[in-house]
C-alpha cells in the first residue's frame, strides 16, 4: 500500500472517532484523525479564529490523570515553542478541555519518513543525505538551544508535499542538563536508543547523533542494523555489537558513508560529534567528497535485517531488559564487526604537506629530466575548493588560505544558518580550481530582521502595503475606541513600532473605531426624530424590514441596536425595529367570579388589573361589571378596571 492510500486508510478510520466533527476549547474544529501514538492522537483540525488548517495533538483523555504525562505534554509545547527553525514542526497553542490536553501545531501535508522507507527501501545516497541534513539542521537548533529530542525515529520525520522536511514529536524533549535517568524505565524506541540509553538511562546530545546515524543506515540499506525478534535482543546487539556499515549490506556504498555511520553510531558517547551541529559538518564534508554517481547510484532494494513493525513505536522498556555490557559475558567475543579502515588519502592535493610532497617529485622528475611540466599541468595547478559550510568564518578562512587559495567574503542574511558561519561558497565544495585562485565565502549575517515601521495613523489598506513592503506580514486586526485617532486609522502595532522582527513575520493592527459614543434612547420616536438624533451623534441609522409588537403606537422606535447606554463608534451603524403596535388580545368574561379569581384570570391573560368598589362595594367580593366586556379585545398590557359590588 502507498503512503498515501495509507495516510487515507488512517483518516477513514475517524467515522468512529468521538472528537471528529468537535469543536475542542471553544476554537478548534476536529475534521479528520492523522494518526495515534502512545501517548497522544494527532488530528487535522481548523483554527476558527484565524482560519486556518493545523494538527491537534490530543493526550489520550487515560493519561490526562497522569501529573508526568501532562507535564511533559506541555514541557513539548514550552520546548518547541522557544525553537524558530523551518525543520522543527511549529508548536502554536497549548490548552485542556475537560479531559482533554491538547497541543496546537502546524500541519504538514505528506508522509513520514517511514512511510517513505516501507514504500521504496533503500534510497541513493542523495535522497538520504537530502533527508539528513535538514534533520540534523532542526536538532542542531534544539541541540544550541539546550535541548535533546531524546526520541528521534523515522515516524518522527515528516516529508511534506513540498519536498520540506520537518521533526516532529519533542514530546520526550529534555534539557541537556538535567538528570534523565528514570527508576526501572528506558524511554524511547528501541532500535534507535543508544548504548548509554538503554544502560544507563542518561542522555545528552549525543543521543540524537546516535538515532540519526540509525536512521542513515537504514535509509542506505533499507533495514535496521540489528535485527531480533524481541525488544530485548535488539538492546543486546546494541550494547555489544557496533553497528555495521552500509556497504556491507549494498556493496558499492562509498567509504564515505561508511565512515558517517560509523562515526554517527560508536558505542561510546566520546567517540560520536559531540552534537547535531557536528555531524551536519561533517556530513556536509562527507557529500562534497562524493561524485554524481556515488550520489545517484540505485541501491539494490534489498533489507538486511527486515522491518519489523513493532519495533517503531515509542515504548517504556523495563530496566531488566537492558543487560550490562559486564554482565556475565565474560566468555564472548566482544570483537568489533566494524573496524574502521585508516581513511583514504585526500584527494585534491589542497594540504600543505601534500604541496611539499608535489613539490619534492616535481624536483626529482626536473632533476631525471622526466615531463616535469606536463605532470605539474595536469595535476599540480589544480586543487580542489574544501568543505566548509555551517563552518565558523574563522575555521572557513584558515582551511581555504590552507589549501593555497584566496578567500574573499561577502554576507547574507539566512533563516537556517548561524551568524558568523558559511553558508555557500563560489566554487562550490569539491569543485577543482587553480592554485592561488580565489574561493567567495558567503557568511550568515542570521535571520534579517526588520524594524517594525510606526504605522500610527494610517489607513488600514496603506497600513497593511507598508507591511508588505518592509518584507512583514499583516496579522490579526482588532479594533478599539479612541478619541485621538480616527476611525478606520491603525491606533498602533502589537509588537509596537520599532520592534526588531525577522522578515516575514506577521504584525497585528489595532484599528480605531473612532470616539466612543453613547446609545441616545430614541424608543417611542419617529423615524425621522430618531434618526435626527443619532444623526447628530455622528452616527448611521439602519430600519429592519421586520416590525414588533409593543407598547408604541405603530410606526414609532420599538427597539434599538446596541441597546441604550451601549458605546459605539462614530460611523458606526445604530438599526430602529418599528412598532406594529400592541399586540390585541381576547378579555376573559370575568363578571360573577370573586375578586382575587378576576384578577388571576385577566392577569394570566397579559393585562394589568384596577378594582372600583365604590362605597357599596367596599366589603363586597363579586365582580359586578369590567371596563371591557368579556370577549372583547384590548391591547396585551392595558388595564382593565373590574367594578365590585
Known sequence: MSAAARRLSRVDTTLQDPLVGQVLDGRYRVEARIAVGGMATVYRAVDTRLDRVLALKVMHPTLAADGSFVERFIREAKSVARLSHPNVVGVFDQGTDGSYVYLAMEYVAGCTLRDVLRERGALQPRAALDILEPILAALGAAHRAGF??????????????????????????????????????????????????????TTDTRVDVYACGVMLYEMLTGGKPHGGDTPAQVLYHALHDDVPPPSAAV??????????????????????????????????????????????????????????????????????????????????????????????????????????????????????????????????????VPAVLAQPEAVARERIVGAGLGVTVERAFSDTVTRGEVIRTDPEPGDRIRDNDTVTLTVSKGPETVALPDLKGYRLD????????????????????????????????????????????????????????????????????????LEGEGLKVKVAPGRVNSEFDKGLVAEISPGVGKQAGAGDTVTLTLSKGPEMIEVPDVVGDSVDDATRKLEDAGFEVDEDRGLLGLFADEVKGQSVDGGETAPKGSTITIEIG
Not at 178 to 194: C, K, Q
Not at 343 to 354: N, Y
Not at 499 to 516: E, F, N, W
Open 148 to 201: 535533546v529530542h531524546r526520541d528521534m525515529k523515522p515516524e518522527n520525520v515528516l516529508i511534506g508535499d513540498d519536498g520540506r522536511v520537518k521533526v516532529a514529536d519533542f514530546g520526550l524533549v529534555r534539557a541537556v542538563d538535567t538528570v534523565t535517568s528514570t527508576t526501572g524505565t528506558v524511554l524511547g524506541t528501541v532500535a534507535y536508543l543508544a548504548p548509554e540509553q538503554l544502560e544507563h538511562g
Open 251 to 384: 556493496p558499492g556504498l562509498p567509504y564515505e558513508l561508511d565512515e558517517l555511520v560509523a562515526s554517527a553510531t560508536a558505542r561510546g558517547p566520546e567517540l560520536r560529534p559531540y552534537d547535531a551541529v557536528a555531524l551536519l559538518a561533517q556530513t556536509i564534508e562527507a557529500r562534497s567528497a562524493l561524485s554524481v554517481e556515488q550520489l545517484d547510484a540505485v541501491p539494490p532494494q534489498a533489507r538486511t535485517a527486515g522491518h519489523d513493525n513493532a519495533e517503531d513505536r515509542t515504548s517504556v522498556i523495563p530496566r531488566s531488559l537492558t543487560v550490562s555490557r559486564s554482565a556475565g559475558l565474560d566468555g564472548m567475543n566482544r570483537t568489533s564487526r566494524f573496524e574502521t579502515p585508516p581513511p583514504p588519502a585526500r584527494r585534491g592535493g589542497g594540504t600543505p604537506a601534500r604541496r611539499g610532497m608535489l613539490a619534492v617529485v616535481a624536483a626529482v622528475l626536473l632533476v631525471l629530466g622526466v615531463g616535469g611540466g606536463i605532470w605539474y599541468i595536469n595535476s599540480g595547478q589544480f586543487t580542489k
Open 462 to 533: 496603506k497600513a497593511r502595503d507598508r507591511l508588505k513592503s518592509d518584507g512583514l506580514e499583516p496579522g490579526l486586526v482588532t479594533r478599539e475606541f479612541s478619541d485621538e485617532v480616527v476611525r478606520g486609522q491603525v491606533i498602533r502595532t502589537e509588537p509596537g513600532a520599532g520592534t526588531k522582527a525577522s522578515s516575514g513575520s506577521a504584525v497585528a493592527l489595532v484599528v480605531s473605531r473612532g470616539a466612543p459614543v453613547e446609545i441616545p434612547d430614541v424608543s417611542g420616536a419617529s423615524v425621522e426624530d430618531a434618526t435626527a438624533t
